[in-house]
DNA sequence: GTAGAAGCTGGAGTGCGCTCCAGGTCAACC
DNA sequence: GGTTGACCTGGAGCGCACTCCAGCTTCTAC
C-alpha cells in the first residue's frame, strides 16, 4: 500500500509542507517517487512519521530526532545510542509531566480563590443586593 | 523590601533581559525606580513573577498571559473571566499531561524492545563469541 | 576624580519549527 | 488538446519568545 503526500499528511497529522520539510532536513527517508516524480508514502513511512509525532509531541527537538533518525541507517549497531537516547528522553518527559502537576495545585488553589470570592459576591448581593450598582 | 533587577532575575528564574522585555509587552507592571532611575522590584512583583513562570511552564501563550495580566488591573469585577481563563489553562494542561503519558507508552514499549535486542546480542555473544567481529 | 560594575533605552538579531509562495510539471477528464 | 487539480522545487517569510547590542548614565569604591 501507498499512500500520496497528502493522504500521508492526513493519516499522520502534519501538514504536506512539514512531509517535505522533514525529509529535507534529514528527519525522515526520501520516499518513494511514482513515474511522474510524485512521492508515495509506504506504511513503513508512516509508521516512522507515527513514531515522529510521538517524540514531537513529547517535545523532543529536531536536531535530537534527526540523530536517532540518522542513527536507524547504521543498523543493528546503534541499537544501543538509540535506546540510550529514548531513554533519556523518557526521564525528561517524566520530569516535564512532574513540573505539570507542580504548576497544576497552584492553578487549584488560584482558582479555589476565586471561587470564594464568587460566593462572597454572592452572600453580598443576597443580603444587599441595592449594593451591586456601586 | 525590595530588589534590584539582578535579584528579581534570581529569584524568579528569568534573565534580566527577560525582566524588562516582560515589562514592555505589559505582562508585568513597571515596577518602582530608585532616584537614579534603577528597578525596584518589590515582593508583590516577585510572586506575579513566579505566578507567571507557573503559567508559561504549563505552555500559556504570552498573549493570554497579558490578557490575565491586563485584567488584574480592573479589579474584582474581572475575577470571573480571570478564573474562567485558569479553568480552561488547566484543562489544557490536563489534557497536555496525558498526552504525555499516552506517548509515554509508546517510549517505554520501544525502550523495552530494544531491551530484548541487547539480551539477544548477549545471548549471541556468549555462544558464539566468535560472531562478534562479523 | 576616576575606574569599574550595574543599570538604562531603543532597536536589531536569533533559533525553532514550520508555512507560504512563485513558477513549473504532470495526469486525468471532458 | 485544453483545463483543472495535485504535486514538484528552491527559497523566502513568519510567529513566538526571547537575547543581544551600542551607546549612555549612575552609583560605589578607591
Redesign the pocket.
Known amino acids: 500500500m501507498t499512500y500520496?503526500?497528502?493522504?500521508a499528511a492526513e493519516r499522520s497529522g502534519?501538514?504536506?509542507?512539514?512531509l517535505?520539510?522533514?525529509e529535507?532536513i534529514g528527519l525522515v527517508d526520501p520516499p518513494a517517487?511514482?513515474?511522474?516524480?510524485?512521492?508515495n508514502y509506504s506504511d513503513e513511512d508512516l509508521q516512522w512519521l507515527e513514531f515522529l509525532t510521538k517524540l514531537?509531541t513529547t517535545g523532543?527537538?529536531?536536531?535530537m530526532m534527526r540523530e536517532y533518525a540518522q542513527l536507524r541507517h547504521r543498523g543493528v549497531g546503534s541499537a544501543g545510542r538509540r535506546k540510550q537516547i529514548l531513554v533519556e528522553h523518557r526521564a525528561s518527559v517524566l520530569e516535564r509531566i512532574a513540573e505539570l502537576q507542580g504548576c497544576l495545585e497552584v492553578l487549584n488553589y488560584k482558582i479555589t480563590n476565586y471561587e470564594q470570592i464568587e460566593s462572597k459576591m454572592d452572600t453580598l448581593l443576597t443580603h444587599y443586593p441595592e449594593g451591586a450598582t456601586a
Open positions: 500520496s503526500i497528502a493522504q502534519l501538514s504536506i509542507d512539514t517535505r520539510y522533514y529535507r517517487r511514482d513515474a511522474g516524480g510524485r512521492r514531537r523532543m527537538p529536531i536536531r
